[in-house]
């Protein structure tokens, strides 16, 4: 894969005298988005600048893994949700640990998704539940 090589940024003072003005103009939104593209490559992103959604909820399922209460997340609907991704699973019952990494069934409904099934869950259980709503 290639790397993004080093930027050199617009400065005025590279250019003749007469092009100084147009390239000053040009390099107060030029270099600042060459700044920004750098740090995304260097993994300085986070999701404030995606268009994924990190949510967290409680929840209690039983032994099929169903929820115990009607459990609906609101999301921002400027893009439709294609999964859901567990990131974060704390029990908050005992100190036991979550074995299985929990998988999310849901439907959708305009700006909210309804949580359907969790597996990977002990029934009876709650647990504070950090997920990614991937777009």
Not at 20 to 42: E, T
Not at 62 to 79: E, Q, W
């Amino acid at each position: 894969m290639a790397q993004l090589q080093n930027i050199k940024y617009l400065r005025k003072e590279d250019f003749s005298k007469e092009a100084r003005d147009i390239v000053d103009q040009m390099a107060s939104s030029i270099n600042p988005f060459m700044q920004d593209v750098q740090a995304a490559f260097d993994g300085q992103i986070d999701t404030s600048n995606t268009i994924n959604e990190i949510k967290i909820f409680d929840v209690i399922v039983d032994t099929n893994g169903l929820p115990l209460t009607r459990t609906s997340i609101k999301f921002k609907n400027n893009h439709k949700v294609i999964g859901t991704i567990c990131v974060n699973a704390e029990n908050l019952t005992d100190n036991t640990y979550v074995s299985n990494t929990p998988f999310i069934s849901y439907n959708l409904n305009k700006d909210q998704l309804i949580i359907e099934h969790i597996t990977g869950l002990t029934a009876n259980k709650k647990y504070r539940l950090t997920i990614e709503l991937k777009k």
